[in-house]
């Protein structure tokens, strides 16, 4: 567990800053749309309540969301870490690792895609009901949770996601690409390989890691 804490010296001085730019464009992207509308609003639908109370809601869901989406994927990186499989930091491959676990959680909680969304479906249905619910906790606590890519990797095994076109659209307009889910792939069986030697469970680490980071307590 001592090696999983050296994230935070070893990592963070260098991630935290990829991951927050990553989650603030995520974020804007998604706050946009309602700021456009706002700006395109005529000066006679002014409401008598004073304006200034209503941003600081929006605000603060919007930081809890951005923490939480942070706290995901460093919680991801801690158990790797943890694990001993993380690419060194500043390589080609831990850059790629990052990108793309980032990406494929914009991915799926961001596409609209139809395609996307009936995938997920579907691997979520036939993760369910092959393990047990100490393994599915993940789910609740939502973005890309270890269980979320254990499910996505189980079922790519049988049904490839790089086979299914509209699936790949929608994962390349998030900038996610097939050498991504390698990488990706790699260090989450990588990892899991290694704590199933341990008779431990990679989303029971998973989960120890998540409500210790920002956002993390549900």
């Keep these: 567990m001592m090696r999983g804490f050296q994230l935070g010296?070893?990592?963070?001085?260098w991630v935290c800053p990829c991951l927050l730019l990553g989650v603030n464009l995520l974020m804007w992207s998604g706050t946009s749309d309602a700021v456009e509308s706002t700006i395109g609003q005529p000066s006679t639908s002014v409401s008598a309540e004073p304006q200034?109370?209503?941003?600081?809601?929006?605000?603060?869901?919007?930081?809890?969301?951005?923490?939480?989406?942070?706290?995901?994927?460093?919680?991801?990186?801690?158990?790797?870490?943890e694990a001993g499989i993380l690419p060194p930091e500043g390589t080609a491959q831990a850059n790629?690792?990052?990108?793309?676990?980032?990406?494929?959680?914009?991915?799926?909680?961001?596409?609209?895609s139809p395609e996307l969304a009936a995938y997920?479906?579907?691997?979520?249905?036939?993760?369910?009901?092959?393990?047990q619910d100490v393994e599915g906790r993940g789910r609740e606590m939502g973005g890309l949770t270890s269980t979320v890519l254990a499910m996505l990797m189980s079922y790519d095994q049988t049904h490839p996601l790089w086979e299914a076109p509209k699936v790949v659209a929608a994962m390349q307009a998030f900038n996610v690409t097939r050498a991504d889910w390698?990488?990706?792939?790699?260090?989450?069986?990588?990892?899991?390989?290694?704590?199933?030697?341990?008779?431990?469970?990679?989303?029971i680490v998973y989960e120890s890691w998540r409500v210790k980071m920002t956002g993390g307590k549900f």
């Design 9 to 13: 010296y070893r990592w963070c001085h």
């Design 52 to 81: 200034g109370l209503h941003p600081h809601p929006v605000l603060l869901a919007s930081e809890r969301t951005r923490s939480s989406m942070v706290g995901t994927i460093m919680a991801l990186l801690a158990t790797f870490d």
């Design 96 to 112: 790629q690792l990052i990108h793309g676990l980032i990406q494929l959680q914009s991915a799926l909680m961001k596409s609209t």
């Design 120 to 131: 997920r479906m579907a691997a979520e249905t036939e993760w369910v009901s092959q393990h």
């Design 182 to 203: 390698i990488v990706m792939s790699e260090c989450f069986h990588q990892a899991d390989a290694v704590f199933r030697k341990q008779g431990r469970s990679i989303h």
